[in-house]
């Protein structure tokens, strides 16, 4: 199986052991407009709108991705890598195969970090899932 998207030019499989499971479709969602001028004239119906610049709110994703690594040390390693590259200043680019688009992205936040045990798998991978939220440009 290809993963290919990649952070910065950085495959993100290959680089960091990392694949997005989910989350991407939120990419495709356009923004949710800002709420326009508007004047409630008394003597005539409904409102009139000002309509001659729309604008739009921030747009936040939060994708479900997978680290794999053969070992602790090899988790740990792509997880510094990772981590260090996706908080650099300034935007990053976010390359989603799939859509065959470069996303302009910033670090906001991780969450619900998931670690497979060992042990009840009876396998040596590590495998560990957190939901990775962005803010898009």
Not at 23 to 33: I, S, W
Not at 68 to 93: K, R
């Amino acid at each position: 199986m290809a993963f290919n998207d990649t952070l910065n030019t950085n495959n993100m499989y290959t680089s960091y052991g990392l694949v997005i499971q989910s989350g991407t479709a939120q990419l495709l969602e356009f923004p949710e407009r800002k709420e326009t001028l508007s004047n409630d004239w008394r003597e005539v119906n409904g409102k009139e709108y000002d309509l001659t610049a729309p604008t739009f709110k921030d747009k936040e994703i939060t994708l479900r991705c997978a680290f794999m690594a053969a070992d602790d040390t090899e988790f740990w390693t792509n997880y510094n890598a990772f981590f260090t590259e996706i908080t650099q200043a300034d935007w990053q680019a976010l390359v989603i195969a799939d859509h065959g688009k470069t996303y302009q992205v910033f670090y906001k936040r991780t969450s619900n970090f998931k670690k497979g045990s060992k042990r009840l798998k009876n396998v040596d991978k590590v495998f560990v899932n957190f939901d990775l939220t962005l803010q898009v440009q």
